[in-house]
């Protein structure tokens, strides 16, 4: 998505989920001010950002829909060793009873 603020600067964000943020790659999340803001608009629609400093205007320039590569999420080196276990949950009547720990 493509966007302009009232100075006419435009930038380029792709609104992702919170597990994909990436602001280096200009990732931002559905859930934050500014991808909000953009959520559901298309060009030429101008849209108001609300921050905690004031309001700003945006109009958007462009929006479409691309694949974005994300990499694999990777388990860290030892995680699986430092798992801890649970003990066995107990059956009642009632239903399953919640693990003990």
């Known amino acids: 998505m493509r966007y302009a603020n009232a100075a006419g600067v435009s930038r380029v964000v792709s609104i992702v989920g919170t597990d994909e ?6 990732h931002i999340s559905w859930v934050s001010p500014l991808g909000r803001a953009l959520m559901k608009s298309a060009a ?10 004031g309001t700003e205007y945006l109009t958007v320039l462009e929006v479409s829909y691309e694949p974005i590569s994300v990499e694999p999420f990777r388990e860290p080196s030892g995680a699986e060793a430092s798992a801890k276990r649970l003990k066995p949950t107990r059956q009642t009547r009632a239903g399953p009873a919640f693990p003990s720990f």
């Open 21 to 26: 943020i990436d602001l280096n790659r200009n």
């Open 44 to 53: 030429g629609d101008s849209v108001v950002l609300q921050l905690p400093g």
